[in-house]
């Protein structure tokens, strides 16, 4: 099977017209700045010194100012354009690669499909999370057939009821929240039909700058003015559980700075605070640390899939199965921060999930 990546990359186009790419000169600047010399930069990238120059200049010539200047004592250093270049293409890759991590894998899923057509495909519309992308990994490492589609909870259940996939991911708070999120689910889902497969318990919470340099202690902290917040699109789980959590607290949304505003995924929020294009944001455990971020928690979650309780002993639902409850794959998502994947694999009632506490019905399949 096939693996893709999808990658971005900003292209430079002078008033001429001529292009040139970031991509190939950011890794340089990079090894310029560390080393301090553009020989030796030029020597780590495995690229003769005539052939740096040359990447560099085509860059210079098409921005029409000096990526790299001389310092007194200490060779080689990046300009004020040169560093302004290495954090463009830095900012754009940690921007967007969250997304572009679940464009590549659905990319990746369609295209096995058509290379292994007499095989049978396990179809996942989900809300996007670690747990699951550690989930299609393990499954195209099997050698199984994925077709992995990303959804807010609520269109990867209403494509469940309408027999659209095999799987469907959605996650629901621990707490008073539980039954009021659960409702938005309860109209595409059929007691006698349908039942749930725990993946993960997880944490959400807030995401800061490394050191907290706002002095945010929780949510009522996101009404003040000198507080930039990301938000999660609407539909989301992640997003009805905010509005949820403010409205508990009084704090109403319209005071909130970048509140209307929305991403696509939990990496594009720190990615976006990383950034500094705003002060805080929302969302699960490990992309803070991915990103450099510090964690405020606030809520733990059940993540699960919805599937037809009569497919269960069946493949490829017995696979998916087989693989949730293995030693590997839990490790895998033990290594998650704030991730607990005890549970990881075990069949629940629907009417059992929606308890305040999480379920307390298991079902042996």
């Excluded at 990658?7 to 310029?32: F, H, I, K, Y």
């Excluded at 997304?99 to 007499?118: H, K, M, Q, T, Y």
């Excluded at 049978?120 to 499954?139: E, F, P």
């Excluded at 195209?140 to 996939?165: H, M, N, T």
Aim: aromatic letters at 6%; glycine letters at 10%; one cysteine or more.
């Amino acid at each position: 099977m096939i693996k893709v990546e999808c990658q971005a990359q900003l292209v430079v186009r002078d008033a001429e017209g001529r292009e040139a790419s970031l991509t190939d000169v950011v890794p340089l600047l990079a090894l310029v700045a560390e080393e301090g010399s553009i020989a030796q930069a030029a020597q780590r990238k495995g690229l003769s010194y005539r052939h740096a120059w040359g990447v560099l200049r085509e860059v210079e010539e098409r921005l029409g100012g000096a990526l790299i200047a001389k310092a007194r004592g200490r060779g080689s250093v990046l300009s004020e354009l040169g560093e302004a270049v290495l954090r463009s293409q830095r900012l754009c890759a940690e921007r967007l690669q969250g997304n572009l991590d679940a464009l590549a894998s659905e990319v990746a899923s369609d295209l096995n499909r058509w290379l292994a057509p007499a095989a049978q495909d396990l179809r996942i519309h989900a809300s996007h999370g670690y747990a699951v992308a550690a989930l299609v990994t393990a499954l195209v490492g099997d050698q199984v057939p994925v077709e992995i589609k990303y959804r807010d909870s609520v269109d990867a259940i209403s494509a469940l009821a309408r027999g659209e996939c095999d799987l469907a991911g959605f996650h629901v708070p621990r707490g008073d929240f539980r039954s009021a999120c659960a409702n938005a689910y309860r109209a595409w889902l059929d007691p006698h039909r349908h039942v749930l497969i725990h993946l993960t318990q997880r944490k959400q919470g807030l995401f800061v700058g490394r050191g907290n340099p706002k002095r945010v202690a929780g949510l009522a902290d996101l009404a003040r003015g000198d507080i930039r917040f990301v938000n999660r699109q609407p539909g989301s789980g992640t997003r009805m559980l905010i509005d949820l959590l403010l409205t508990r607290i009084g704090v109403d949304p319209e005071r909130v700075n970048g509140y209307a505003s929305s991403e696509l995924t939990h990496s594009a929020i720190a990615a976006f605070v990383a950034s500094g294009m705003a002060d805080v944001g929302f969302g699960v455990e490990p992309a803070a640390h991915h990103f450099g971020l510090d964690f405020i928690e606030i809520a733990d979650e059940d993540y699960y899939f919805a599937c037809d309780r009569a497919h269960l002993e069946r493949e490829p639902l017995s696979t998916v199965l087989a693989l949730l409850r293995g030693a590997g794959f839990r490790e895998a998502v033990a290594q998650l921060e704030g991730y607990d994947p005890s549970a990881c694999g075990e069949v629940v009632a629907l009417d059992a999930a929606w308890g305040a506490d999480g379920p307390r019905t298991v079902f042996s399949v």
